[in-house]
């Protein structure tokens, strides 16, 4: 099972320079950089008024950043070959097309929140894995927002970084068009080192739930699935847990009770929201679990957590489906899909000594059913967006 690594943030900010520099004949005037995540529990809650508890990853996206005196944005990517270029001016809903729409994203948001953002040359590198369900989109966004902040010449308070929170939101929704909720944004500027985040979205607040010496890994298997957040089925999901929310007469199903739930008139309503319901339900019981140390509990929430987004949400996959079968016959304490779902990554609660043999017992599993084995990263809890 290949394994990604984060690399070393100190060699990647010099490479992402230097990379600027070729790229653009030119020295960069800044990096930003900021982390994916991994969601150990709440998933489909953040748009839901819900709980949910990610962690930061190691794994980080890089931005070298110059301002340009003629409004204009130039975007490239090492990992990309399509680059692209235009005025900032004209950045719109649909007027940015592909992977750059998250990143021209930011500076447009920015600027309809009344930020004076200059134009901008900007190079990302990245060690967030794509379309693996680990958050690359908010990574590039956040990376960026810390990169044009400083070009802006803004002092990053908590304040501007719940700020940038909201611009990255924005650049996500309005002109990437994926309509997600939040979570992602807010963990990459929020984070702290050794520590989930819990995040409420109806009172709009956050905390960090530190792990502690005796927790066990978090093993993530990307299984190589397509995952992308605009392609209709995130959206569907998302419409129909509004749509039980308007027929309880609620603003979000946060409110919501199961037998609340239980008398929705629409079979596949009543399943979307029972899942949202007792998803925001185990948050609180996995918190309370961390903080106690009681591992086993933990992994329990997750396998809960798993049979309700396959049952009830339906976002999982075979693939997703047999990590997680897989994990937990070879010993895993538990183990869940993680993200949007419909492809991405499964996460395994593991003892540090038993990582290397359960996660090639998966690969096994995966070769008996013809597939390409998942890659795997360690979601070492780490920290916020920066810049370098």
Known sequence: MPHVSPGD?????????????????????????????????????????????????????????????????????????????????????????????????????????????????LLVDSTVPLGAGLSSSAAIECAVAMAVTALAGAEVTPEVRDALVAACMRAETEIAGAPTGGMDQTVSMLAEPGAALLIDFTAGSSRPVFLGPTAPDVLVMDTGVSHSLNDGGYASRRRD?????????????????????AALPDARLVRRARHVVTEIARVTEAVAAIEAAEWPDLGRLFLASHASLRDDFEVSCPELDLAVEAAMAAGALGARMTGGGFGGSAIALVDPGDRERIAAEVDRAFTRAGWTPPTTLVATPSGPATTA
Request: net charge negative.
């Open 9 to 121: 943030p100190n060699d990647l900010v010099a490479s992402t320079r230097e990379a600027f520099t070729a790229a653009y004949a030119a020295p960069a005037a800044v990096v930003g950089h900021a982390p994916g995540r991994v969601n150990l529990i709440g998933e489909h809650t953040d748009y839901n008024g819900g709980l949910c508890l990610p962690v930061a990853l190691p794994h980080r996206t890089y931005v070298a950043a110059a301002a340009r005196s003629d409004g204009r944005l130039r975007i490239a990517s090492r990992q990309q070959s399509d680059a692209w270029e235009g005025s900032l001016d004209d950045v719109a809903p649909g007027a940015v097309p592909g992977w750059a729409a998250y990143a021209a994203g930011v500076p447009w948001a920015l600027r309809e929140s009344g930020v004076d953002v200059p134009g901008a040359d």
């Open 241 to 261: 847990c509004e749509e039980a929310a308007r027929l309880l007469g609620l603003p979000t199903l946060r409110a919501a009770t199961e037998p609340d739930v």
